[in-house]
Protein backbone atom coordinates (compact mmCIF):
# COMPACT_ATOMS: atom_id res chain seq x y z
CA UNK A 1 0.00 0.00 0.00
CA UNK A 2 2.67 2.58 0.74
CA UNK A 3 2.96 5.44 -1.37
CA UNK A 4 -0.21 3.81 -3.63
CA UNK A 5 -1.73 7.14 -5.20
CA UNK A 6 -6.12 7.43 -5.55
CA UNK A 7 -8.81 9.62 -6.71
CA UNK A 8 -11.00 8.27 -3.81
CA UNK A 9 -10.43 6.41 -1.03
CA UNK A 10 -13.94 4.64 0.62
CA UNK A 11 -13.09 4.20 4.52
CA UNK A 12 -15.35 0.94 5.64
CA UNK A 13 -15.63 -2.09 3.67
CA UNK A 14 -19.32 -2.94 4.53
CA UNK A 15 -21.87 -3.00 2.24
CA UNK A 16 -22.63 0.77 1.93
CA UNK A 17 -19.21 0.87 1.10
CA UNK A 18 -18.71 -1.76 -1.17
CA UNK A 19 -21.99 -0.91 -2.94
CA UNK A 20 -20.14 2.62 -3.67
CA UNK A 21 -17.48 1.36 -4.67
CA UNK A 22 -19.17 -0.83 -7.27
CA UNK A 23 -21.27 2.13 -8.38
CA UNK A 24 -17.86 4.13 -8.88
CA UNK A 25 -15.93 1.57 -11.24
CA UNK A 26 -19.05 1.65 -13.16
CA UNK A 27 -19.96 5.45 -13.31
CA UNK A 28 -16.16 6.77 -13.52
CA UNK A 29 -13.99 3.86 -14.32
CA UNK A 30 -11.18 6.28 -15.15
CA UNK A 31 -10.75 6.66 -11.61
CA UNK A 32 -9.03 4.67 -9.24
CA UNK A 33 -10.60 4.03 -6.23
CA UNK A 34 -9.63 1.65 -2.62
CA UNK A 35 -11.63 0.38 -0.03
CA UNK A 36 -10.00 0.47 3.20
CA UNK A 37 -11.65 -2.17 5.51
CA UNK A 38 -10.39 -2.35 9.41
CA UNK A 39 -11.37 -6.46 9.81
CA UNK A 40 -9.49 -9.34 8.15
CA UNK A 41 -12.87 -9.91 6.67
CA UNK A 42 -15.43 -7.28 4.87
CA UNK A 43 -18.66 -7.32 6.09
CA UNK A 44 -18.40 -8.03 9.58
CA UNK A 45 -20.01 -5.60 11.44
CA UNK A 46 -24.00 -3.83 10.67
CA UNK A 47 -24.04 -5.92 7.54
CA UNK A 48 -22.80 -9.17 8.83
CA UNK A 49 -25.19 -9.10 11.83
CA UNK A 50 -28.53 -8.00 11.11
CA UNK A 51 -32.08 -9.32 10.53
CA UNK A 52 -31.25 -9.89 6.85
CA UNK A 53 -34.74 -8.60 5.71
CA UNK A 54 -35.20 -6.80 2.44
CA UNK A 55 -37.77 -4.05 3.30
CA UNK A 56 -40.64 -2.78 0.89
CA UNK A 57 -40.41 0.91 2.45
CA UNK A 58 -43.54 0.95 4.39
CA UNK A 59 -42.74 2.75 7.47
CA UNK A 60 -40.78 5.91 6.50
CA UNK A 61 -42.00 9.54 5.84
CA UNK A 62 -43.18 9.97 2.24
CA UNK A 63 -40.13 12.00 0.85
CA UNK A 64 -37.39 10.77 2.98
CA UNK A 65 -33.80 9.56 1.91
CA UNK A 66 -35.15 6.18 3.80
CA UNK A 67 -38.89 6.06 1.80
CA UNK A 68 -36.59 6.81 -1.94
CA UNK A 69 -33.87 4.31 -1.10
CA UNK A 70 -35.88 1.36 -0.04
CA UNK A 71 -38.96 1.32 -2.29
CA UNK A 72 -35.97 1.89 -5.52
CA UNK A 73 -33.26 -0.61 -3.65
CA UNK A 74 -35.86 -3.54 -3.14
CA UNK A 75 -36.34 -3.58 -6.70
CA UNK A 76 -32.33 -3.13 -7.55
CA UNK A 77 -31.52 -5.75 -5.07
CA UNK A 78 -33.81 -8.16 -6.24
CA UNK A 79 -32.81 -7.80 -9.53
CA UNK A 80 -28.91 -7.57 -8.60
CA UNK A 81 -29.80 -10.98 -6.66
CA UNK A 82 -31.15 -12.35 -9.96
CA UNK A 83 -28.62 -11.59 -12.51
CA UNK A 84 -26.21 -12.69 -9.56
CA UNK A 85 -27.36 -15.65 -8.55
CA UNK A 86 -27.89 -14.76 -5.06
CA UNK A 87 -30.52 -16.94 -3.27
CA UNK A 88 -33.53 -14.96 -1.58
CA UNK A 89 -37.01 -15.10 -0.97
CA UNK A 90 -40.38 -12.29 -1.31
CA UNK A 91 -41.39 -14.52 1.45
CA UNK A 92 -43.95 -11.47 2.63
CA UNK A 93 -44.69 -9.77 5.96
CA UNK A 94 -47.42 -9.27 8.26
CA UNK A 95 -47.78 -5.96 10.93
CA UNK A 96 -50.04 -7.62 13.04
CA UNK A 97 -52.51 -5.36 15.19
CA UNK A 98 -53.18 -7.46 18.27
CA UNK A 99 -56.39 -4.68 19.55
CA UNK A 100 -58.58 -1.84 18.43
CA UNK A 101 -55.94 0.34 19.75
CA UNK A 102 -53.50 -0.63 16.91
CA UNK A 103 -56.02 0.05 14.21
CA UNK A 104 -55.87 3.62 13.22
CA UNK A 105 -51.33 3.31 13.58
CA UNK A 106 -51.60 0.54 11.08
CA UNK A 107 -53.97 2.40 8.57
CA UNK A 108 -50.98 4.97 8.77
CA UNK A 109 -48.96 2.62 7.94
CA UNK A 110 -51.00 1.83 4.83
CA UNK A 111 -51.21 5.05 3.56
CA UNK A 112 -47.75 5.90 4.48
CA UNK A 113 -46.92 2.66 2.65
CA UNK A 114 -48.87 3.19 -0.44
CA UNK A 115 -47.85 6.83 -0.69
CA UNK A 116 -44.32 5.81 -1.01
CA UNK A 117 -44.65 3.69 -4.15
CA UNK A 118 -45.06 -0.13 -2.45
CA UNK A 119 -47.33 -1.87 -4.59
CA UNK A 120 -50.06 -4.16 -3.53
CA UNK A 121 -50.40 -3.40 0.12
CA UNK A 122 -53.50 -4.84 1.91
CA UNK A 123 -55.04 -4.86 5.38
CA UNK A 124 -57.01 -7.89 6.23
CA UNK A 125 -59.04 -9.40 8.16
CA UNK A 126 -58.59 -12.50 10.61
CA UNK A 127 -59.44 -15.00 8.53
CA UNK A 128 -56.90 -13.97 5.65
CA UNK A 129 -54.26 -13.40 8.64
CA UNK A 130 -54.64 -16.92 9.43
CA UNK A 131 -53.88 -18.53 6.23
CA UNK A 132 -51.18 -16.17 5.71
CA UNK A 133 -49.55 -17.20 9.34
CA UNK A 134 -51.74 -19.49 11.58
CA UNK A 135 -50.44 -19.52 14.91
CA UNK A 136 -50.47 -15.47 14.48
CA UNK A 137 -53.17 -13.72 17.02
CA UNK A 138 -54.36 -10.73 15.82
CA UNK A 139 -57.32 -8.63 14.53
CA UNK A 140 -56.31 -7.16 11.91
CA UNK A 141 -52.87 -7.13 9.21
CA UNK A 142 -50.97 -4.92 7.19
CA UNK A 143 -50.01 -7.60 4.57
CA UNK A 144 -46.78 -6.51 2.40
CA UNK A 145 -46.68 -9.22 0.30
CA UNK A 146 -42.86 -8.54 -1.45
CA UNK A 147 -41.10 -7.83 1.77
CA UNK A 148 -38.38 -10.74 1.64
CA UNK A 149 -35.03 -12.58 3.43
CA UNK A 150 -31.47 -12.51 1.57
CA UNK A 151 -28.29 -12.62 3.42
CA UNK A 152 -26.78 -9.68 3.07
CA UNK A 153 -23.24 -10.72 3.44
CA UNK A 154 -23.79 -12.47 0.36
CA UNK A 155 -24.97 -9.35 -1.65
CA UNK A 156 -21.96 -7.31 0.17
CA UNK A 157 -19.29 -9.75 -0.94
CA UNK A 158 -20.91 -9.98 -4.69
CA UNK A 159 -20.53 -5.83 -4.94
CA UNK A 160 -16.82 -6.26 -4.05
CA UNK A 161 -16.11 -8.76 -6.73
CA UNK A 162 -18.08 -6.46 -9.28
CA UNK A 163 -15.44 -3.96 -8.22
CA UNK A 164 -12.75 -5.80 -8.16
CA UNK A 165 -13.09 -7.05 -11.51
CA UNK A 166 -13.51 -3.19 -12.73
CA UNK A 167 -9.76 -2.78 -11.64
CA UNK A 168 -10.77 -1.43 -7.80
CA UNK A 169 -8.76 -2.53 -4.76
CA UNK A 170 -9.88 -3.38 -1.43
CA UNK A 171 -7.44 -3.48 1.21
CA UNK A 172 -8.82 -5.47 4.54
CA UNK A 173 -7.31 -5.56 7.81
CA UNK A 174 -6.46 -1.47 7.30
CA UNK A 175 -8.16 0.37 10.27
CA UNK A 176 -7.48 4.44 9.37
CA UNK A 177 -6.25 5.53 12.51
CA UNK A 178 -5.21 9.06 10.77
CA UNK A 179 -5.82 11.11 8.40
CA UNK A 180 -3.19 13.87 7.44
CA UNK A 181 -4.15 16.53 4.24
CA UNK A 182 -1.94 18.79 2.22
CA UNK A 183 -2.35 20.11 -1.37
CA UNK A 184 -4.60 18.62 -2.98
CA UNK A 185 -4.30 15.20 -1.37
CA UNK A 186 -4.94 13.73 2.00
CA UNK A 187 -2.80 10.82 3.61
CA UNK A 188 -4.73 8.11 5.42
CA UNK A 189 -2.61 6.30 8.01
CA UNK A 190 -3.11 2.63 8.34
CA UNK A 191 -0.92 -0.16 10.29
CA UNK A 192 -0.39 -1.56 7.10
CA UNK A 193 0.90 1.76 5.25
CA UNK A 194 -0.21 5.15 4.08
CA UNK A 195 -2.52 5.35 0.92
CA UNK A 196 -2.56 9.11 -0.67
CA UNK A 197 -6.00 10.29 -2.10
CA UNK A 198 -7.11 13.15 -3.17
CA UNK A 199 -10.92 12.40 -2.10
CA UNK A 200 -12.79 10.64 0.86
CA UNK A 201 -16.03 8.20 0.99
CA UNK A 202 -16.77 7.76 4.53
CA UNK A 203 -18.35 4.76 5.04
CA UNK A 204 -17.38 3.63 8.44
CA UNK A 205 -20.70 2.30 10.02
CA UNK A 206 -20.40 2.35 14.09
CA UNK A 207 -17.17 4.99 13.70
CA UNK A 208 -18.48 7.05 11.01
CA UNK A 209 -18.34 9.92 13.33
CA UNK A 210 -14.84 9.58 14.21
CA UNK A 211 -13.61 9.25 11.00
CA UNK A 212 -15.70 12.41 9.96
CA UNK A 213 -13.74 14.33 12.51
CA UNK A 214 -10.21 12.61 11.33
CA UNK A 215 -10.87 14.41 8.20
CA UNK A 216 -11.70 17.46 9.73
CA UNK A 217 -15.65 17.47 9.23
CA UNK A 218 -18.12 19.03 12.11
CA UNK A 219 -20.87 16.71 12.46
CA UNK A 220 -22.59 18.04 15.05
CA UNK A 221 -24.01 14.14 16.07
CA UNK A 222 -22.58 11.27 17.61
CA UNK A 223 -22.79 7.78 16.89
CA UNK A 224 -24.45 5.81 19.91
CA UNK A 225 -24.51 1.81 19.82
CA UNK A 226 -27.44 0.56 19.97
CA UNK A 227 -27.42 -3.59 20.81
CA UNK A 228 -29.95 -5.69 19.31
CA UNK A 229 -30.23 -9.12 20.78
CA UNK A 230 -32.18 -12.45 19.51
CA UNK A 231 -33.74 -15.61 20.73
CA UNK A 232 -33.22 -18.42 18.33
CA UNK A 233 -36.14 -20.40 17.96
CA UNK A 234 -36.02 -24.44 18.27
CA UNK A 235 -36.59 -26.46 14.81
CA UNK A 236 -39.11 -28.27 16.54
CA UNK A 237 -41.38 -24.85 16.92
CA UNK A 238 -40.30 -23.55 13.23
CA UNK A 239 -43.46 -24.58 12.37
CA UNK A 240 -45.32 -21.89 14.14
CA UNK A 241 -43.90 -18.83 11.72
CA UNK A 242 -44.19 -18.90 7.79
CA UNK A 243 -42.49 -15.58 6.82
CA UNK A 244 -42.16 -12.61 8.70
CA UNK A 245 -44.40 -10.96 11.69
CA UNK A 246 -43.86 -8.05 13.03
CA UNK A 247 -45.92 -5.60 15.58
CA UNK A 248 -46.90 -1.81 15.05
CA UNK A 249 -44.10 -0.57 16.11
CA UNK A 250 -44.10 2.33 18.54
CA UNK A 251 -44.09 5.24 16.75
CA UNK A 252 -41.78 7.58 19.36
CA UNK A 253 -39.00 5.01 18.50
CA UNK A 254 -37.09 4.44 15.51
CA UNK A 255 -36.80 0.78 15.74
CA UNK A 256 -39.70 -1.53 14.81
CA UNK A 257 -40.22 -3.64 17.73
CA UNK A 258 -39.31 -7.30 18.57
CA UNK A 259 -40.23 -9.38 15.37
CA UNK A 260 -40.11 -12.99 13.90
CA UNK A 261 -38.04 -13.69 10.96
CA UNK A 262 -37.77 -17.24 8.89
CA UNK A 263 -34.30 -16.59 7.48
CA UNK A 264 -32.97 -17.46 3.78
CA UNK A 265 -30.54 -20.24 6.01
CA UNK A 266 -34.09 -21.79 7.30
CA UNK A 267 -33.66 -20.36 10.65
CA UNK A 268 -36.32 -18.61 12.54
CA UNK A 269 -34.96 -16.05 15.06
CA UNK A 270 -37.41 -13.81 17.92
CA UNK A 271 -35.80 -9.84 17.89
CA UNK A 272 -33.86 -7.51 17.98
CA UNK A 273 -34.45 -5.40 21.05
CA UNK A 274 -32.77 -2.54 21.42
CA UNK A 275 -30.56 -1.61 24.07
CA UNK A 276 -27.26 0.91 24.46
CA UNK A 277 -24.52 -0.70 23.86
CA UNK A 278 -21.13 0.04 26.36
CA UNK A 279 -18.93 -0.54 23.37
CA UNK A 280 -19.44 0.09 19.68
CA UNK A 281 -18.43 -3.28 18.44
CA UNK A 282 -20.10 -4.89 21.87
CA UNK A 283 -22.35 -7.78 20.85
CA UNK A 284 -22.08 -9.87 24.04
CA UNK A 285 -23.77 -7.84 27.23
CA UNK A 286 -20.27 -8.01 29.27
CA UNK A 287 -18.63 -6.31 26.73
CA UNK A 288 -17.29 -2.75 27.83
CA UNK A 289 -15.61 -0.14 26.88
CA UNK A 290 -14.18 2.87 29.09
CA UNK A 291 -13.28 5.25 26.48
CA UNK A 292 -16.09 4.59 24.44
CA UNK A 293 -18.24 4.44 27.26
CA UNK A 294 -17.21 7.66 28.70
CA UNK A 295 -17.74 9.53 24.76
CA UNK A 296 -21.38 8.38 25.08
CA UNK A 297 -21.68 10.02 28.95
CA UNK A 298 -20.22 13.21 28.41
CA UNK A 299 -21.57 14.27 25.22
CA UNK A 300 -24.75 16.44 25.87
CA UNK A 301 -26.74 15.07 23.40
CA UNK A 302 -27.08 11.65 25.14
CA UNK A 303 -28.77 13.31 28.19
CA UNK A 304 -31.33 15.16 26.22
CA UNK A 305 -31.83 11.70 25.08
CA UNK A 306 -31.74 9.77 27.72
CA UNK A 307 -34.48 12.59 29.60
CA UNK A 308 -36.35 12.02 26.46
CA UNK A 309 -36.40 7.77 25.93
CA UNK A 310 -35.17 7.11 30.02
CA UNK A 311 -38.84 4.82 30.58
CA UNK A 312 -38.85 3.37 26.89
CA UNK A 313 -34.98 2.84 27.98
CA UNK A 314 -35.27 0.91 31.22
CA UNK A 315 -37.92 -1.25 29.72
CA UNK A 316 -35.73 -2.49 27.22
CA UNK A 317 -32.65 -3.30 29.43
CA UNK A 318 -35.01 -4.90 31.67
CA UNK A 319 -36.27 -7.07 28.76
CA UNK A 320 -32.59 -7.69 27.67
CA UNK A 321 -32.07 -9.47 31.14
CA UNK A 322 -35.12 -11.03 31.49
CA UNK A 323 -36.00 -14.18 29.31
CA UNK A 324 -39.79 -13.52 30.74
CA UNK A 325 -40.93 -10.63 29.66
CA UNK A 326 -38.93 -11.13 26.45
CA UNK A 327 -41.09 -14.23 26.03
CA UNK A 328 -44.06 -11.85 27.45
CA UNK A 329 -43.76 -9.68 24.51
CA UNK A 330 -43.26 -12.40 21.88
CA UNK A 331 -46.49 -14.43 22.61
CA UNK A 332 -48.36 -10.69 22.14
CA UNK A 333 -48.32 -11.75 18.14
CA UNK A 334 -47.59 -15.57 19.01
CA UNK A 335 -49.05 -17.13 21.72
CA UNK A 336 -48.16 -20.50 21.45
CA UNK A 337 -44.63 -19.99 21.96
CA UNK A 338 -43.00 -20.83 25.16
CA UNK A 339 -39.89 -20.53 27.02
CA UNK A 340 -38.71 -23.93 25.74
CA UNK A 341 -38.73 -22.83 22.18
CA UNK A 342 -36.38 -20.34 22.36
CA UNK A 343 -32.59 -20.78 22.36
CA UNK A 344 -30.04 -17.85 22.97
CA UNK A 345 -29.23 -16.19 19.47
CA UNK A 346 -27.09 -13.52 18.24
CA UNK A 347 -26.93 -10.64 18.35
CA UNK A 348 -25.81 -7.31 16.09
CA UNK A 349 -25.02 -3.44 17.11
CA UNK A 350 -26.40 -0.66 15.06
CA UNK A 351 -25.04 2.50 14.67
CA UNK A 352 -27.65 5.27 15.63
CA UNK A 353 -26.63 8.99 15.12
CA UNK A 354 -27.73 11.19 17.81
CA UNK A 355 -28.03 14.99 17.35
CA UNK A 356 -26.55 17.67 19.76
CA UNK A 357 -30.27 18.32 20.45
CA UNK A 358 -30.47 15.08 21.89
CA UNK A 359 -33.07 13.32 18.84
CA UNK A 360 -32.30 10.01 17.39
CA UNK A 361 -31.67 11.21 13.66
CA UNK A 362 -34.68 9.08 11.72
CA UNK A 363 -33.40 9.66 8.36
CA UNK A 364 -30.10 8.44 6.33
CA UNK A 365 -27.64 11.20 6.89
CA UNK A 366 -25.69 11.85 4.34
CA UNK A 367 -22.94 14.54 4.30
CA UNK A 368 -21.12 16.84 2.07
CA UNK A 369 -17.65 18.35 2.64
CA UNK A 370 -15.24 19.82 0.72
CA UNK A 371 -13.11 16.95 -0.78
CA UNK A 372 -15.21 14.33 1.27
CA UNK A 373 -18.81 12.52 1.71
CA UNK A 374 -20.00 10.89 4.80
CA UNK A 375 -22.65 8.23 5.42
CA UNK A 376 -23.40 9.62 8.82
CA UNK A 377 -26.88 7.44 9.80
CA UNK A 378 -27.75 4.40 8.02
CA UNK A 379 -29.68 2.35 10.40
CA UNK A 380 -32.06 -0.27 8.67
CA UNK A 381 -33.41 -0.16 5.62
CA UNK A 382 -29.91 0.45 4.83
CA UNK A 383 -28.94 -2.84 3.35
CA UNK A 384 -32.14 -2.87 1.64
CA UNK A 385 -31.40 0.49 0.17
CA UNK A 386 -27.85 -0.41 0.02
CA UNK A 387 -27.64 -0.38 -4.44
CA UNK A 388 -29.67 2.46 -4.32
CA UNK A 389 -27.31 4.50 -1.63
CA UNK A 390 -24.45 3.56 -3.12
CA UNK A 391 -25.76 4.81 -6.58
CA UNK A 392 -26.44 8.36 -4.89
CA UNK A 393 -23.03 8.51 -3.51
CA UNK A 394 -21.57 7.72 -6.83
CA UNK A 395 -23.77 10.17 -8.80
CA UNK A 396 -22.91 13.53 -5.72
CA UNK A 397 -19.16 12.27 -5.94
CA UNK A 398 -19.37 12.56 -9.69
CA UNK A 399 -20.80 15.99 -9.32
CA UNK A 400 -18.65 17.16 -6.36
CA UNK A 401 -15.14 15.67 -7.23
CA UNK A 402 -15.55 15.55 -11.18
CA UNK A 403 -13.32 18.78 -11.99
CA UNK A 404 -10.59 18.03 -9.56
CA UNK A 405 -9.77 13.95 -10.60
C1 LIG B 1 -29.57 -5.63 14.58
C2 LIG B 1 -29.70 -5.03 13.20
C3 LIG B 1 -30.75 -5.44 12.36
C4 LIG B 1 -30.89 -4.88 11.09
N1 LIG B 1 -31.82 -5.39 10.23
C5 LIG B 1 -31.86 -4.93 8.96
C6 LIG B 1 -32.72 -5.55 8.01
O1 LIG B 1 -33.38 -6.54 8.30
N2 LIG B 1 -32.80 -5.00 6.76
C7 LIG B 1 -32.04 -3.90 6.40
O2 LIG B 1 -32.17 -3.44 5.27
N3 LIG B 1 -31.19 -3.34 7.27
C8 LIG B 1 -31.06 -3.84 8.52
N4 LIG B 1 -30.17 -3.30 9.40
C9 LIG B 1 -29.35 -2.14 8.97
C10 LIG B 1 -28.18 -2.56 8.07
O3 LIG B 1 -27.50 -3.67 8.60
C11 LIG B 1 -27.24 -1.34 7.93
O4 LIG B 1 -27.98 -0.25 7.44
C12 LIG B 1 -26.08 -1.60 6.97
O5 LIG B 1 -25.44 -2.82 7.23
C13 LIG B 1 -25.09 -0.45 7.06
O6 LIG B 1 -23.96 -0.78 6.27
P1 LIG B 1 -22.60 0.01 6.45
O7 LIG B 1 -21.73 -0.43 5.34
O8 LIG B 1 -22.91 1.46 6.60
O9 LIG B 1 -22.06 -0.42 7.89
P2 LIG B 1 -21.19 -1.67 8.36
O10 LIG B 1 -21.67 -2.93 7.79
O11 LIG B 1 -21.12 -1.58 9.84
O12 LIG B 1 -19.75 -1.37 7.73
C14 LIG B 1 -18.89 -0.36 8.19
C15 LIG B 1 -17.47 -0.89 8.03
O13 LIG B 1 -16.54 0.15 8.34
C16 LIG B 1 -15.41 -0.46 8.94
N5 LIG B 1 -14.64 0.59 9.63
C17 LIG B 1 -15.03 1.32 10.71
N6 LIG B 1 -14.05 2.18 11.06
C18 LIG B 1 -13.04 2.01 10.18
C19 LIG B 1 -11.76 2.61 10.02
N7 LIG B 1 -11.31 3.57 10.84
N8 LIG B 1 -10.95 2.19 9.01
C20 LIG B 1 -11.38 1.20 8.15
N9 LIG B 1 -12.57 0.60 8.27
C21 LIG B 1 -13.41 1.00 9.27
C22 LIG B 1 -16.02 -1.50 9.86
O14 LIG B 1 -15.10 -2.50 10.24
C23 LIG B 1 -17.16 -2.03 9.00
O15 LIG B 1 -16.82 -3.18 8.27
C24 LIG B 1 -29.99 -3.85 10.66
C25 LIG B 1 -28.93 -3.46 11.51
C26 LIG B 1 -28.77 -4.08 12.74
C27 LIG B 1 -27.57 -3.70 13.57
Same mark, same amino acid.
Given at each position: ?37 ? =? ?5 ? #? ?17 ? +? ?12 ? #? ?21 ? =? ?18 ? =? ?8 ? $? ?5 ? @? ?11 ? *? ?45 ? +? ?22 ? $? ?8 ? !? ?13 ? @????? *?? *? ?35 ? =?? !??? !? ?32 ? #? ?19 ? #? ?12 ? $? $? ?18 ? *? ?18
Amino acid at each position: MESSQYDIAIIGGGILGLSTAMQLAARAPQWRVAVLEK =EEALATH #QTGHNSGVMHSGIYYRPGS +HKAKFCVAGLNNLV #QFCNDNEIEYQQCGKVIVATDES =EFGRLQDLYERGTANGVPDL =EIVGQERLKE $IEPYVKG @VKALWAPHTGIVD *FTKVAAAYAEKFQQAGGDIFTGAPVRKIVRSTGSVALETPKGTLQAK +HIINCAGLYADKVAVMTGEKVGVR $IIPFRGEYYT !LRPESHYLVNGLIYP @VPDPR *FP *FLGVHYTRNIHGHVEAGPNAVMALRREGYRKRDFDLG =ET !LGS !LTYPGFWKMAMKFWKIGMGEVYRSYSKRVFLRDL #QRLLPEIKDSDLAGGGAGVRA #QAVANDGSLLDDFS $I $IEGKDSIHVLNAPSPGATSS *FAIGEHIAGLAVNNFGASS
